[in-house]
């Protein structure tokens, strides 16, 4: 069932999907992968970022902070969850990701009215890099080749520079709350 968010009227893209390798800003070799599912591996790796977090550039309560709480974070969302991730030498350094913005979990994958809440976070040490924009289209790249359509997120409305990097991918403001600005993007067809 489609909701009451705004979306824009034309689709953006293409987008590129996973998986891709780039050269940072600072010259470092990123790894772009989207995991079909968060093995124990993965999930690990991508816990270990959480934990190596900057509590100060946390947005809306997430992520949350201590180990056990971002483990349970992630596979309580993580069966449902579309995932992109980006590594440096292995490690994950950055993590990308759309949440089913629905009640049923049944209707995933066969509703493309199901509207999906992004969330990205880059570590600290690998902002301003270039590896979110990169990180972003490659999500937004997937989710297109996968069949999603509609994506929507918040954002905390000091927050310029997150706000230029969705505007420039396509996302475009739909409302504004008191601390939040909501964005939304239509997913093209190819």
């Known amino acids: 069932m489609a ?11 293409p987008f590129p999907a996973p998986p891709t390798t780039i050269e940072d800003r600072e010259g470092r070799s990123i790894e772009i992968r989207a995991p079909s599912a ?15 977090f ?29 995932n992109v991730v980006a590594r440096h030498d292995g490690d994950v350094v950055a993590h990308a990701m759309l949440v089913p913005d629905t009640d049923d979990p049944s209707a995933i994958g066969h509703d493309a009215d199901i509207e999906w809440e992004l969330a990205i976070f880059v570590l600290q040490a690998y902002q301003q890099a270039g590896i979110g924009t990169t990180l972003l289209e490659n999500l937004l790249g997937h989710a297109a080749e996968i069949g999603i359509r509609r994506v929507w997120l918040t954002v905390e409305r000091w927050n310029n520079p997150a ?28």
């Open 163 to 190: 706000i230029a990097l969705y505007e420039r991918v396509g996302f475009e403001s739909t409302g504004t709350e008191s601390f939040e600005q909501e964005m939304a993007i239509r997913l093209g067809t190819g």
């Open 38 to 52: 968060f093995t124990d591996e993965t999930l690990g790796d991508v816990v270990e970022m959480y934990t190596e």
């Open 3 to 13: 909701g009451s968010r705004q979306y824009p009227d034309e689709p953006s893209g």
């Open 54 to 82: 900057d509590p100060t550039d946390r947005a809306q309560g997430i992520p949350p902070t201590g180990e056990e709480r971002i483990r349970n974070w992630l596979e309580t969302i993580g069966d449902d969850s579309i």
